[in-house]
């Protein structure tokens, strides 16, 4: 674990909320239960009924929900900083499952820590809030991608949206940043197939905007990159706390 004045968890609430010590003192025991998980294997399933949550700390997961004829649709990717399984512990039962796309570190939440840390720090409770509704406003925005954007601004839209989430918990940069998602990965986000995605990805390095190759995604024109995909960051709401 980082030390915690740099955690993930605490660069992304920091967006919203200015932490003080005792706010920064509850976030450090909510991250006592440190666990790992390997890639692949669910760690939250669909119609779980445990009330668990954890917070990502290290690596990346897929959010996803499995249909009738075996197809998956990945709802969402999890970056450090993010929480997985919230809802299975607000709502009782998880809709959606979470499987570690490499290697993680989470921190696991049970629901009395989660009530106690709200109890106790309301304007800490307001920040999660937030983080709940800045991933509901992402949930909405891939809704309009897969309904409404041809695929090149499909794919466009989705890798700004990460390099903008990465940035904000200190894991990217303007340039760029590193990614381990495969195309099928890409493919069941976006609702393409492998091969459209790969198609897309090659279309938009040769015509000098963006490169997604050897799990790096490099920016070389991020202007023409929003442009295309006609990204507006306003509802990731990364522009400064709003409670000091």
């Not at 904000?168 to 197939?193: I, M, N, R, W």
Request: glycine fraction near 6%; hydrophobic fraction near 45%.
């Amino acid at each position: 674990m980082t030390p915690a004045e740099h955690s993930p968890l605490i660069r992304k609430l920091s967006a919203f909320v200015a932490l003080s010590e005792v706010e920064l003192a509850v976030l450090a025991r909510l991250h006592r239960r440190r666990r790992t998980f390997v890639a692949g294997r669910d760690i939250v399933h669909q119609g779980q009924s445990e009330q668990t949550a954890y917070i990502l700390s290290t690596g990346w997961v897929c959010s996803y929900k499995i249909q009738a004829d075996g197809t998956r649709q990945i709802v969402d990717f999890q970056v450090p900083g993010d929480f997985l399984g919230l809802r299975s512990v607000l709502l009782r039962t998880s809709d959606h499952s979470f499987e570690p796309v490499v290697d993680i570190e989470a921190a696991e939440v049970l629901t009395k820590d989660l009530l106690d840390a709200f109890a106790e720090t309301p304007r800490l409770a307001t920040a999660i809030l937030w983080a709940a509704s800045r991933d509901e406003a992402m949930v909405v925005e891939h809704l309009v991608g897969i309904g409404r954007r041809d695929a090149d601004a499909r794919m466009a839209h989705f890798l700004l949206e990460l390099g903008s989430r990465l940035l904000l918990v200190g894991l990217g940069s303007k340039a760029g940043f590193e990614c381990p998602l495969t195309q099928y990965h890409l493919a069941d986000a976006l609702g393409l197939s492998a091969v459209h995605v790969n198609r897309v990805l090659r279309q938009l390095r040769e015509t000098g905007l963006v490169t997604f190759r050897e799990g790096h995604v490099t920016f070389h024109d991020l202007d023409r990159l929003v442009d295309l995909a006609e990204f507006d960051p306003a509802y990731l709401d990364h522009s400064g706390p709003l409670l000091n």
